[in-house]
């Protein structure tokens, strides 16, 4: 199902500034596969695997598949992928780097939420900067991507968990961030 802002199952296209994590418990395919791709982080476990098989039926990865496989794996790899319709298991992904951690099967979600624990375990506003930039990245040139670093930089050292941040440290105690 599309949705009209967030695209197909109402998430491949939509607007975000938190981390997003994708577990992927077993095999991932088609529209599965979009749909982690669209997330900015994947735990997978060891024995799932990841294809887009659209062509097979005469259709192609439609949902951001065929576009972010290119941009989170080997040129060659992608192409294999979308054309081959080739699966991609997860410990070969996770060499790749598009899967950040594997898992026993039965232990993905927990993997996934120790992910998610410790990212919300740093300053929110910071992470959210920080995801802000290495999302745009792969979009943008040096020079783009220098004066948005500068402005999130300045924004980030202005905030209060900046401030915050510094006291913990000079304290020797944990950051009770503001967000």
């Known amino acids: 199902v599309a949705k009209r802002d967030g695209g197909f199952a109402g998430f491949v296209y939509a607007k975000r500034e938190k981390p997003w994590i994708a577990a992927v418990h077993a095999n991932a395919y088609g529209g599965g596969v979009e749909i982690a791709l669209a997330c900015d982080m994947i735990v997978a476990a060891e024995d799932a695997s990841f294809s887009l098989p659209e062509v097979r039926r005469g259709l192609i990865p439609g949902a951001g598949g065929a576009i972010r496989a290119a941009r989170f794996l080997p040129r060659a790899v992608a192409l294999e992928l979308v054309a081959a319709a080739a699966p991609l298991d997860a410990r070969r992904a996770h060499a790749l780097g598009l899967v ?4 026993p099967a039965m232990q993905v979600l927990d993997e996934a939420r120790a992910l998610a624990q410790r990212i919300a375990a740093n300053a929110p506003f910071a992470v959210r900067q920080a995801m802000r930039l290495t999302r745009a990245a792969a979009d943008f040139n040096d020079d783009a991507l220098r004066a948005m670093q ?6 980030v050292r202005a905030s209060p968990d900046a401030a915050e941040g510094a006291r913990a440290f000079v304290e020797k105690r944990e950051p009770d961030w503001g967000g």
């Open 100 to 103: 950040n951690h594997l898992a």
């Open 150 to 155: 500068e402005e999130a930089v300045e924004m």
